[in-house]
């Protein structure tokens, strides 16, 4: 299951590679979940950014999600949308994606709650750690993420300054899947992503 594992968060911030260097590098390592993030192009560029990333993901047999837009990860064909508090309702949202996956960042209890009451297939929660890749608020921390595994029963991906040396303590805290940016793309991107497999797979062994 795709959730078992991680999900890399597209991030330019720490990369000069090309966008689909970047993503073929996380899939030749063994990611099998990508999500398109994107918020400082127009919806053209991201469209076809998607499209790209769409086509690369489909020969590896990868999950595919675009972040915020629901119009634009269906036109793409992606695999589902991956909304934040302030996108697109939950709710209009199902109607555009129907079967196709919908989850939405959480960063409460309620929320999560919330979410998994509205139909939401997965959620995202966190800040876990501090981060840089986007303000979204005070770390979290472990035993929330805890609580939220306790009261929700869909999937949880933990997210938010979650790195090589706090994998192994998120994923036994109960969450499903890690969503890594900053990690991955900041130096060897393969080497990153490879060893984030890696721990991963640890993990399940065990």
Do not use: W
């Amino acid at each position: 299951m795709y959730f078992n594992g991680i999900c890399f968060i597209t991030d330019r911030t720490y990369s000069a590679l090309p966008l689909s260097d970047m993503v073929k590098r996380v899939l030749d390592a063994g990611v099998t979940f990508i999500q398109y993030r994107e918020k400082g192009k127009t919806r053209r560029v991201i469209c076809e950014e998607a499209a790209g990333i769409r086509e690369l993901t489909r020969s590896y047999d990868a999950v595919f999600v675009v972040n915020d837009h629901a119009d634009i990860a269906l036109a793409v064909e992606a695999d589902g949308v991956h909304l934040g508090q302030d996108d697109l309702p939950l709710k209009e949202a199902r109607k555009i994606m129907g079967k196709r996956i919908v989850g939405i960042s959480t960063h409460s209890l309620e929320q999560a709650k919330e979410a998994e009451a509205g139909g939401a297939d997965y959620i995202g929660f966190g800040p876990i750690f501090q981060t840089t890749t986007k303000d979204a608020g005070a770390p979290k921390g472990i035993d929330i993420l805890k609580t939220i595994k306790q009261n929700v029963s869909i999937p949880v991906v933990a997210i938010g300054g979650i790195g090589i040396e706090t994998v192994s303590e998120v994923m036994a805290a109960g969450a499903d899947c890690v969503a890594v940016a900053t990690a991955v793309c900041r130096g060897d991107i393969a080497d990153n992503a490879r060893t984030f497999v890696q721990i991963l797979q640890n993990i399940r062994r065990r």
